[in-house]
């Protein structure tokens, strides 16, 4: 079962979303806080961008292939990606499941997000990827909504929660790179 809008706003006062906003659509800024069965989340200010020439290896990866960036407009390089992270602390109930989707007006622009995810009893910050298809150089706004989360509840409990397997992206804080 999807998750309504009032689910969310009475678990984050739990816990579940820290900061928690309650909603902001404004001229200009790309929206955040709930939404009808979903949260978006709001992309921090900080930021690795990828400038390597090296092969990717997910087993190994080399924190040398990036460039920290801070600052509320991050230009991806053309064909290119960056990793950011939500503003938002997420805990995830032992019965909830979390999907998130990229914003539309950012994948109309040729800019697509990547988040696995959030599974039972995860908590963290979300590390997310940010991709440029185009030959041309984007850009993504800090503190302005990146993606949604759509809560999905189970009709029992997990045999076993992330928490449990001791993950290990678990209680993530800023952006975390492949381990």
Not at 103 to 121: C, D, F, N, Q, W
Not at 153 to 162: R, V
Request: proline letters at 7%.
């Amino acid at each position: 079962m999807v998750l309504p809008d009032k689910w969310i706003k009475r678990n984050a006062k739990k816990g579940l979303i820290e900061p928690f906003f309650e909603s902001s659509v404004k001229k200009g800024v790309m929206s955040y806080g709930v939404s009808s069965y979903g949260y978006d989340f709001m992309l921090a200010d900080e930021f690795k961008v990828f400038t390597g020439s090296n092969t990717i290896d997910p087993k190994n990866p080399d924190p040398g292939s990036f460039k920290n960036f801070t600052g509320k407009v991050c230009e991806i390089p053309p064909g290119s990606f960056v990793l950011g992270r939500s503003v938002e602390y997420f805990r995830i109930p032992r019965n909830v499941l979390g999907i998130c989707q990229g914003k539309s007006s950012y994948a109309r622009s040729g800019i697509v997000v990547y988040v696995t995810p959030l599974e039972p009893e995860w908590e963290g910050h979300i590390t997310i990827m940010i991709a440029n298809l185009t030959p041309v150089p984007g850009r993504v706004y800090a503190g302005e909504g990146i993606c949604q989360v759509i809560f999905l509840k189970a009709t029992g409990e997990c045999e076993k929660s992330y928490a449990d397997k001791k993950g290990k992206y678990q209680k993530s804080k800023g952006i975390i790179f492949g381990r």
